[in-house]
T-cell receptor
Framework: GQQLNQSPQSMFIQEGEDVSMNCTSS?????WLWYKQDPGEGPVLLIA?????ELTSNGRLTAQFGITRKDSFLNISASIPSDVGIYFC???????????FGAGTRLFVKA | EAGVAQSPRYKIIEKRQSVAFWCNPI?????LYWYQQILGQGPKLLIQ????????DSQLPKDRFSAERLKGVDSTLKIQPAKLEDSAVYLC??????????????FGPGTRLTVL
């Protein structure tokens, strides 16, 4: 089945640092999504990307849809303690409804 | 606007027992999803309903899992009999649209199932 490879698995950073995480796939997707999940909660959508090469920002978050349509990255600038959580990439492949999730990047921010 | 509601939040059962989870989506949302999230992994789609019809259940272990959305609103997911490997968080999500482009999915808080 289709798989997304998300890296890194976890990150320990200092408050104020910038963070970058990425997702790659062997399959082409026509939509890339980035979610954040807090403990005991469901994932919440952060950014949705619909076109190859698209660069989209949401506050301190910036995400890009890779031009090959097989990868995406998420950057968080000037991290703060409330950025702690699990960040998931997800993709929808051409012609499908199913959302495929990566395994997540666990972010820890030290104040 | 109320979010996706799920109950119970936690459930502990012994293997071979049965369990059911309930989900009430956001009012007016046509599409409802059940995901299984095993510890340390991302959510995996089990079944997707559009109104009260099944769109995709290709990853639902149909020998033990069943789901229904009889009136196109709330939904139940059942496991009978449960196995140890069914221990996971079961997430329900809903989205407003029915067409073939991406509709944002809104997730509930999940039900954490522990099978002993």
């Amino acid at each position: 089945g289709q798989q997304l490879n998300q890296s890194p698995q976890s990150m320990f950073i200092q408050e104020g640092e910038d963070v970058s995480m990425n997702c790659t796939s062997s399959s082409i997707f026509n939509t890339w999504l980035w979610y954040k999940q807090d403990p005991g909660e469901g994932p919440v959508l952060l950014i949705a990307l619909y076109k190859a090469g698209e660069l989209t920002s949401n506050g301190r978050l910036t995400a890009q849809f890779g031009i090959t349509r097989k990868d995406s990255f998420l950057n968080i600038s000037a991290s703060i303690p409330s950025d702690v959580g699990i960040y998931f990439c997800a993709g929808l492949y051409t012609g499908g409804f199913k959302t495929i999730f990566g395994a997540g990047t666990r972010l820890f921010v030290k104040a | 606007e109320a979010g996706v509601a799920q109950s119970p939040r936690y459930k502990i059962i012994e293997k071979r027992q049965s369990v059911a989870f309930w989900c009430n989506p956001i009012s007016g949302h046509a599409t409802l999803y059940w995901y299984q999230q095993i510890l340390g992994q991302g959510p995996k789609l089990l079944i997707q309903f559009q109104n009260n019809g099944v769109v995709d259940d290709s990853q639902l272990p149909k020998d033990r899992f069943s789901a229904e959305r009889l009136k196109g609103v709330d939904s139940t997911l059942k496991i009978q009999p449960a196995k140890l490997e069914d221990s996971a968080v079961y997430l329900c999500a809903s989205s407003p649209g029915t067409s073939g482009y991406y509709n944002e999915q809104f997730f509930g808080p999940g039900t954490r199932l522990t099978v002993l």
